[in-house]
């Protein structure tokens, strides 16, 4: 039995239910045995094959999310090492209210107010990144979370980088339809303009329920979105709208910074301003160097005369004078935290609490205190290298208001929810092109010569047929499962008399192309029985 606990045991913590899956591992719900604090564990395994690569990711990871601290992003509160099983643990603080692309599914899309709060707080925690020179660069509704009040929280750091300002960045990593064209067409960026891109596609999102790029396959979806063609309903606000085009502008440099964001005026709509700003003026480094942040520093390649010149001056444009900053932030904290757990308890008199409406932001000690937008800061941008971007490869394109009733086709109504399974697996590692090709729902078809008729071939696609076969599956109570390939189901249907068990089968036509068969084969079952069931769930599709 001791065995047994401790099998299920991480550390200190008690290893629950799954809660979701990040870019490098699955993330279980924990719960600490002595205190019953409840904590995210996302266990990364690593893979034999890509072993150098993978842990420099979640090396990564992990250093990126010690260094913030920001109450729209999700805390790191320790890292424990699995040696027996290759593993390496991130506890994370739990965020119980589920992924923000689960809310905007069950609400079919935000209402504006809604929006607009929720947008803020992801604002504020990019302005704080970019600030830091950080940025996320896989931006999507699975990575924010939503807490018990439905405040904002951005998790999964496992492709975020350190900006190197002066040179450029070149993994195209993300998730392709948040990808801007400048990673689709594989050249180079800066950085924060693939997180502008991504705020767009995002903001496009909770305010319609889809996604912009239409079109029935991925390729389809793909051109659209290389030449930023899309369409905006009508009941969206103009100033979503306008927001929505600033972010998606196909050129980098015509695209909105995060400073532009936090002032334009629909972020502003029903607040007294602009968010809160979350920037730090950073302020002289303090000499001497302290010896314990020079080390980590050392840790990560950055020593030498040139690397003391740049911190004694406070180069802020040097990934290492950001990062000695972050460095000292974190140890200011945790001598906070010492401090206030050496410290006896407050008296329960009178509490001068101050309700922020965009979320508390007292208890970060990085973030300076709201103050006028117009005196934020964060660092310059660098102008000539952002005259050296590649232009785009194709023409911006204007997009124009549509009735919304053109936007409410079953893929277009559900394309949101079919993408989360599509494309859950980031670009990091591989061509573009090889993400598209195994996010292809047709490759494993099989092409069919037999008996077809009008109720059951169809010219939708795979995901949208698929839909369609386990709605009818689930109203008339048969028990399904998709096979390991993805084109077909094990059903089975039990009454009272005598099981019935049968396949169906997606598949392509032969000599018909751009058709899609359902093909039935009875595995248990009399003939007249499964010609019965055949008949009623025949009658109950629309194909």
Same mark, same amino acid.
């Given at each position: 039995?001791?065995?047994?606990?401790?099998?299920?045991?991480?550390?200190?913590?008690?290893?629950?239910?799954?809660?979701?899956?990040?870019?490098?591992?699955?993330?279980?719900?924990?719960?600490?045995?002595?205190?019953?604090?409840?904590?995210?564990?996302?266990?990364?395994?690593?893979?034999?094959?890509?072993?150098?690569?993978?842990?420099?990711?979640?090396?990564?990871?992990?250093?990126?999310?010690?260094?913030?601290?920001?109450?729209?992003?999700?805390?790191?509160?320790?890292?424990?090492?699995?040696?027996?099983?290759?593993?390496?643990?991130?506890?994370?603080?739990?965020?119980?209210?589920?992924?923000?692309?689960?809310?905007?599914?069950?609400?079919?899309?935000?209402?504006?107010?809604?929006?607009?709060?929720?947008?803020?707080?992801?604002?504020?925690?990019?302005?704080?990144?970019?600030?830091?020179?950080?940025?996320?660069?896989?931006?999507?509704?699975?990575?924010?979370?939503?807490?018990?009040?439905?405040?904002?929280?951005?998790?999964?750091?496992?492709?975020?980088?350190?900006?190197?300002?002066?040179?450029?960045?070149?993994?195209?990593?993300?998730?392709?339809?948040?990808?801007?064209?400048?990673?689709?067409?594989?050249?180079?960026?800066?950085?924060?303009?693939?997180?502008?891109?991504?705020?767009?596609?995002?903001?496009?999102?909770?305010?319609?329920?889809?996604?912009?790029?239409?079109?029935?396959?991925?390729?389809?979806?793909?051109?659209?979105?290389?030449?930023?063609?899309?369409?905006?309903?009508?009941?969206?606000?103009?100033?979503?709208?306008?927001?929505?085009?600033?972010?998606?502008?196909?050129?980098?440099?015509?695209?909105?910074?995060?400073?532009?964001?936090?002032?334009?005026?629909?972020?502003?709509?029903?607040?007294?301003?602009?968010?809160?700003?979350?920037?730090?003026?950073?302020?002289?480094?303090?000499?001497?160097?302290?010896?314990?942040?020079?080390?980590?520093?050392?840790?990560?390649?950055?020593?030498?005369?040139?690397?003391?010149?740049?911190? !004694? +001056?406070?180069? #802020? &444009?040097?990934? $290492? *004078?950001?990062?000695?900053? @972050?460095?000292?932030?974190?140890?200011? /904290?945790?001598?906070?935290?010492?401090?206030?757990?050496?410290?006896?308890?407050?008296?329960?008199?009178?509490?001068?609490?101050?309700?922020?409406?965009?979320?508390?932001?007292?208890?970060?000690?990085?973030?300076?205190?709201?103050?006028?937008?117009?005196?934020?800061?964060?660092?310059?941008?660098?102008?000539?290298?952002?005259?050296?971007?590649?232009?785009? !490869? +194709?023409?911006? #394109? &204007?997009?124009? $208001? *549509?009735?919304?009733?053109? @936007?409410?086709?079953?893929?277009?109504? /559900?394309?949101?929810?079919?993408?989360?399974?599509?494309?859950?697996?980031?670009?990091?590692?591989?061509?573009?092109?090889?993400?598209?090709?195994?996010?292809?729902?047709?490759?494993?078809?099989?092409?069919?010569?037999?008996?077809?008729?009008?109720?059951?071939?169809?010219?939708?696609?795979?995901?949208?047929?698929?839909?369609?076969?386990?709605?009818?599956?689930?109203?008339?109570? #048969?028990?399904?499962?998709?096979?390991?390939?993805?084109?077909?189901?094990?059903?089975?249907?039990?009454?009272?008399?005598?099981?019935?068990?049968?396949?169906?089968?997606?598949?392509?036509?032969?000599?018909?192309?751009?058709?899609?068969?359902?093909?039935?084969?009875?595995?248990?079952?009399?003939?007249?029985?499964?010609?019965?069931?055949?008949?009623?769930?025949?009658?109950?599709?629309?194909?």
């Amino acid at each position: 039995m001791a065995k047994h606990i401790e099998d299920k045991m991480i550390g200190d913590y008690l290893v629950d239910r799954t809660l979701g899956e990040g870019t490098f591992g699955k993330v279980k719900l924990g719960i600490h045995a002595t205190t019953r604090q409840k904590v995210a564990l996302k266990v990364v395994r690593i893979r034999a094959e890509a072993e150098a690569r993978d842990l420099k990711y979640i090396e990564r990871e992990e250093k990126i999310m010690k260094l913030l601290s920001h109450p729209n992003i999700v805390q790191l509160l320790d890292v424990i090492q699995l040696p027996e099983k290759k593993s390496t643990c991130l506890v994370l603080e739990y965020v119980s209210g589920g992924e923000l692309f689960d809310y905007i599914v069950a609400n079919g899309r935000l209402k504006e107010k809604e929006a607009i709060r929720f947008f803020r707080q992801i604002v504020s925690a990019m302005e704080y990144m970019h600030s830091n020179l950080v940025v996320h660069r896989d931006l999507k509704p699975e990575n924010l979370l939503l807490d018990k009040d439905k405040k904002i929280k951005i998790n999964d750091f496992g492709l975020s980088n350190i900006m190197p300002l002066g040179n450029f960045l070149d993994s195209h990593c993300g998730s392709p339809h948040y990808s801007p064209p400048e990673i689709i067409q594989e050249r180079t960026y800066i950085g924060p303009e693939v997180d502008m891109w991504a705020l767009g596609v995002l903001l496009y999102a909770m305010v319609t329920g889809c996604l912009p790029w239409a079109g029935d396959t991925v390729k389809q979806q793909i051109d659209n979105l290389v030449v930023g063609r899309y369409k905006v309903p009508k009941y969206v606000s103009e100033g979503a709208e306008n927001l929505i085009s600033r972010l998606l502008q196909v050129d980098p440099k015509k695209r909105a910074t995060i400073q532009e964001v936090v002032q334009h005026p629909w972020l502003s709509e029903g607040f007294n301003g602009p968010p809160p700003t979350t920037s730090v003026k950073r302020e002289d480094i303090v000499l001497p160097l302290n010896p314990t942040i020079m080390a980590k520093l050392k840790d990560l390649g950055f020593e030498g005369e040139s690397t003391e010149n740049d911190l !004694k +001056s406070n180069d #802020i &444009t040097k990934q $290492h *004078v950001m990062l000695y900053h @972050l460095m000292e932030d974190a140890e200011k /904290r945790e001598a906070a935290k010492r401090a206030k757990q050496e410290s006896p308890p407050p008296s329960r008199g009178h509490s001068g609490t101050t309700d922020h409406s965009d979320g508390d932001l007292s208890d970060h000690m990085d973030i300076v205190e709201v103050q006028e937008r117009r005196h934020s800061w964060a660092p310059p941008p660098n102008k000539d290298l952002l005259e050296n971007l590649s232009p785009p !490869k +194709s023409p911006q #394109i &204007t997009q124009s $208001h *549509v009735n919304p009733d053109s @936007l409410n086709s079953p893929l277009r109504n /559900r394309l949101l929810g079919m993408l989360k399974k599509s494309f859950r697996t980031s670009l990091e590692g591989k061509t573009v092109q090889d993400a598209f090709e195994k996010a292809n729902p047709d490759k494993n078809l099989r092409t069919i010569d037999g008996a077809f008729n009008v109720s059951n071939t169809t010219t939708k696609d795979t995901p949208t047929i698929k839909l369609e076969v386990e709605r009818v599956l689930s109203d008339m109570g #048969i028990k399904f499962k998709l096979n390991k390939k993805g084109i077909a189901y094990d059903c089975k249907l039990k009454n009272s008399a005598q099981s019935i068990r049968f396949t169906v089968e997606i598949c392509k036509i032969k000599k018909l192309p751009g058709l899609r068969g359902l093909k039935f084969n009875r595995t248990k079952g009399t003939v007249f029985e499964f010609k019965d069931v055949y008949s009623r769930i025949c009658s109950q599709l629309v194909l």
